[in-house]
């Protein structure tokens, strides 16, 4: 199969990635591909170009019905999210979202506390949504939180009404969404209108492309060299920009470089002055992937680092985020003190198991 020039659209990428072996022929994929290459095709023709898709009937001014959107769910490292990206990087229009899902619900709540005046800030949250944005595309769709879980189900009937189409991954199937939470049948409509709103496919076939790619490469590099790190964080996140300042609990945390989905700080910025376990608890729900570059051997002048560090760890480990760690030493040899000896012994173990296919096929827990 020949790769097309100057593909366009999800269909052609994909064909490219088969045709030099980023991807293998995978039923599941494919039939994904032709959804999204649907959704694609269908948001191009679309009529309106107003943020709220109105329409005039005779009499009566209504809604354009959403494009039909699509809900990819299944295992890690399956293309999922390369292939969302293939979708939304071709979209010829600005007025276009995508970000990770927690993300996504942090700014929801931040406009939330802005229409604090209002009786439903929703609807208003919704209208700027749709204003700002034709096409929603959320990664890591995940519902743990009773807040989000109760938000979601009037805000995506908001959503669809205003005609916003919604593209999602996902590790699970929409009926799997909150299972077990409380007042579950609350977010149950959501649901429903993910399923009639989006078509749902399973994208599961067997070959694991984020495993393959990272068996050839280190998680845990030792020395001064940051090629390696380079090369592993261009891979997982290839839109990433360089010193993107975040702002973690009402503190500007700078970053080395950051994407939606990961961000590389130096051990200087995680681990030095005033950063707590909150930080990291934040920090573990928003990125699936966390490089730390320039971690010095700990102990001695440095137990108060070393503590932070051990904090970090835990919580990376906790959420099952992929830590990359570049270091003056190898981790057997990290610490070198007497205080925290007994910690460390946790934090060996934890950075080894890190690097493990077992942990790495395990999902965000965002």
């Given at each position: 199969?020949?790769?097309?020039?100057?593909?366009?659209?999800?269909?052609?990428?994909?064909?490219?990635?088969?045709?030099?072996?980023?991807?293998?022929?995978?039923?599941?994929?494919?039939?994904?591909?032709?959804?999204?290459?649907?959704?694609?095709?269908?948001?191009?023709?679309?009529?309106?170009?107003?943020?709220?898709?109105?329409?005039w009937l005779p009499?009566?001014?209504?809604?354009?019905?959403?494009?039909?959107?699509?809900?990819?769910?299944?295992?890690?490292?399956?293309?999922?999210?390369?292939?969302?990206?293939?979708?939304?990087?071709?979209?010829?229009?600005?007025?276009?979202?995508?970000?990770?899902?927690?993300?996504?619900?942090?700014?929801?709540?931040?406009?939330?506390?802005?229409?604090?005046?209002?009786?439903?800030?929703?609807?208003?949250?919704?209208?700027?949504?749709?204003?700002?944005?034709?096409?929603?595309?959320?990664?890591?769709?995940?519902?743990?939180?009773?807040?989000?879980?109760?938000?979601?189900?009037?805000?995506?009937?908001?959503?669809?009404?205003?005609?916003?189409?919604?593209?999602?991954?996902?590790?699970?199937?929409?009926?799997?969404?909150?299972?077990?939470?409380?007042?579950?049948?609350?977010?149950?409509?959501?649901?429903?209108?993910?399923?009639?709103?989006?078509?749902?496919?399973?994208?599961?076939?067997?070959?694991?492309?984020?495993?393959?790619?990272?068996?050839?490469?280190?998680?845990?590099?030792?020395?001064?060299?940051?090629?390696?790190?380079?090369?592993?964080?261009?891979?997982?996140?290839?839109?990433?920009?360089?010193?993107?300042?975040?702002?973690?609990?009402?503190?500007?945390?700078?970053?080395?470089?950051?994407?939606?989905?990961?961000?590389?700080?130096?051990?200087e910025t995680l681990?030095?002055?005033?950063?707590?376990?909150?930080?990291?608890?934040?920090?573990?729900?928003?990125?699936?992937?966390?490089?730390?570059?320039?971690?010095?051997?700990?102990?001695?002048?440095?137990?108060?680092?070393?503590?932070?560090?051990?904090?970090?760890?835990?919580?990376?480990?906790?959420?099952?985020?992929?830590?990359?760690?570049?270091?003056?030493?190898?981790?057997?040899?990290?610490?070198?003190?007497?205080?925290?000896?007994?910690?460390?012994?946790?934090?060996?173990?934890?950075?080894?198991e890190m690097q493990?296919?077992?942990?790495?096929?395990?999902?965000?827990?965002?």
């Amino acid at each position: 199969m020949n790769a097309p020039s100057n593909p366009r659209g999800p269909r052609n990428r994909y064909q490219a990635a088969l045709s030099t072996g980023e991807f293998v022929p995978d039923a599941a994929q494919a039939s994904a591909v032709d959804t999204l290459e649907r959704v694609y095709q269908e948001l191009i023709a679309y009529p309106p170009k107003s943020g709220l898709a109105l329409r005039w009937l005779p009499g009566r001014m209504t809604r354009w019905p959403p494009v039909r959107g699509a809900y990819l769910w299944g295992g890690v490292g399956r293309g999922k999210t390369w292939l969302m990206d293939a979708f939304f990087g071709d979209l010829p229009f600005s007025r276009k979202r995508r970000t990770h899902f927690h993300r996504f619900m942090r700014d929801v709540h931040q406009r939330r506390r802005q229409y604090a005046d209002r009786s439903d800030p929703l609807d208003p949250i919704a209208e700027d949504l749709a204003r700002e944005a034709r096409v929603l595309c959320f990664d890591e769709f995940y519902v743990s939180d009773i807040a989000d879980a109760m938000i979601l189900g009037r805000l995506t009937e908001a959503l669809f009404e205003r005609g916003v189409t919604l593209v999602a991954t996902s590790n699970c199937a929409p009926d799997q969404l909150y299972q077990g939470g409380l007042q579950r049948a609350r977010f149950l409509p959501a649901i429903e209108r993910i399923g009639r709103h989006c078509d749902v496919l399973a994208v599961d076939g067997g070959t694991d492309y984020r495993l393959r790619d990272l068996e050839q490469l280190a998680l845990y590099v030792t020395g001064p060299d940051l090629s390696p790190v380079l090369t592993l964080f261009r891979r997982v996140a290839p839109q990433a920009q360089a010193n993107i300042d975040l702002e973690i609990n009402d503190r500007v945390l700078p970053t080395e470089q950051a994407g939606d989905s990961a961000a590389w700080f130096t051990f200087e910025t995680l681990c030095t002055g005033p950063r707590g376990a909150d930080d990291y608890i934040e920090l573990a729900h928003l990125y699936q992937w966390i490089v730390v570059s320039d971690v010095p051997q700990l102990g001695g002048e440095l137990e108060n680092e070393a503590r932070r560090f051990i904090n970090l760890v835990d919580e990376c480990y906790d959420r099952r985020v992929n830590l990359v760690i570049q270091a003056e030493v190898g981790v057997d040899a990290l610490y070198c003190g007497q205080r925290l000896r007994f910690e460390f012994e946790r934090t060996y173990s934890r950075l080894t198991e890190m690097q493990t296919r077992a942990y790495l096929d395990e999902p965000h827990r965002a």
